[in-house]
């Protein structure tokens, strides 16, 4: 291999050196010539904009109180239950299982709370329009059991809670109602 005398490298470098310094002076002076690009103005949030809804959620701090009420209930009663609250849209804020809760109870308790609030309605009396409809038990997500009890701020669901693991859904939907008691206060 041929050795480049040091004059050979210090021009190979500097040319080199030139070239990657061309390329980012050019690279600076097209994005810099390139026109701006406007970001769009934010929307304004207030209620003549006919674009945006305003809705009503629970805090956590709101539907761990009303679970909590719900385990409570349960226990007076010597029941072993457990509790989901979701919000409007049916995503779950809290689950509480109480001890000794069966492992099923998980589960239901999520999708009673769910159906609750899709239907804005106690699930045991959707339980009693499933013999008119029976093609709403095959709607994902819902359980058509008593146990379940909407929220409602001024008529419109905001929430679910569901309780499974007593013997029926009547104590369920009981403990429920206790916990949707405990948001009035």
Not at 85 to 101: E, F, K, P
């Amino acid at each position: 291999m041929k050795k480049f005398s040091l004059r050979a490298r210090v021009l190979t470098g500097a040319l080199a050196a030139a070239a990657l310094g061309a390329g980012t002076f050019g690279a600076v002076s097209a994005n810099a010539s390139a026109p701006a690009v406007a970001a769009p103005a934010a929307v304004k949030a207030d209620a003549a904009n006919r674009n945006l809804q305003q809705t009503t959620h629970l805090t956590v701090s709101a539907a761990t109180r009303a679970a909590r009420a719900v385990l409570e209930a349960a226990q007076e009663d010597n029941q072993r239950v457990t509790v989901a609250v979701v919000d409007r849209n049916g995503n779950t804020i809290v689950v509480l299982r109480g001890d000794g809760a069966g492992p099923q109870s998980y589960e239901s308790a999520q999708r009673k709370a769910f159906t609750a609030v899709s239907w804005n309605a106690p699930t045991s009396e959707l339980a009693e329009r499933l013999r008119q409809a029976p093609n709403l038990k095959d709607i994902p997500g819902t359980l058509f059991l008593g146990g379940g009890a909407p929220v409602r701020s001024e008529g419109a669901p905001i929430a679910g809670i569901g309780v499974a693991g007593a013997p029926s859904g009547d104590l369920d939907e009981t403990f429920a109602r206790a916990g949707v008691a405990a948001l009035a206060g």
